[in-house]
């Protein structure tokens, strides 16, 4: 059962996609038809038990950027400039926490706080696409570069299948077969430079089980979503 409680980020997923599909069918614009929709989630008892309605709000607002991504390419540079600034100040005035659910009490009672929330995390994928643009600007050209860089953002085609295939390897193998002695082995060492090199590894195994499996139908529709 706890391999079922693990994938709790793809069922909130779909839950996400199949409500944002059916809002789409009515004819309203989104603009309107998705803030509905997210109060609606937000009334609805328990919907917020596993931060549906946080993960709505933000594929909301990601179909909305997408929407709207030719027109805010025009302003990359200043809505760069401004997340970093706010991204860092977030991390070192400790806005990170996240709340334990978003629900309609936390917005009549700590709206702020939300807020912040919804920021610091914008502003931080923000930094983050920014930050790969401007290393495929300035090094973008170079062929060997340049394909290195290609080969990375295949790789970051398949997230959400790696997501999955990762969750059942870390659950059912690593943590059963793996065992660090800290009390020999640091923290530092565990966190600098173990596990970003397990996390590498894992990513490129299960890059590889994806598009071994996606040509299975099944698998692909209910592990994937899909994946092309």
Known sequence: MEIIGCVWFLKNLFV?????RFVKCV???VEITFPLSWVILLIIPFGG????NFLYFYFC???????????????????????????IIAVCQNWTNLSEKVDMNLLMYSSFRFMVQVFVGLSGSIVVIGICELIYKLFGKR???GKILSYFSTIGRYTL???VVQTFIIERLITAYIKLNEIVISSAFTDII???????ALCLVCYYV???????????????????
């Open 194 to 200: 173990f596990i970003p090199l397990i996390g590498s």
């Open 161 to 163: 299948g790696i997501y």
């Open 61 to 87: 607002i990601g179909y909305l950027i997408h929407k709207y991504l030719d027109y805010l390419q025009t302003y990359k540079i200043p809505l760069f400039g401004i997340s970093l600034v706010f991204f």
């Open 16 to 20: 996400c996609y199949f409500i944002a």
């Open 27 to 29: 004819k309203i614009p």
């Open 49 to 52: 038990t596993l931060m549906i």
């Open 210 to 228: 994806v598009r071994i499996t996606q040509s299975i139908k099944v698998i692909n529709i209910l592990f994937y979503g899909g994946q092309k």
């Open 143 to 145: 062929q060997r570069v």
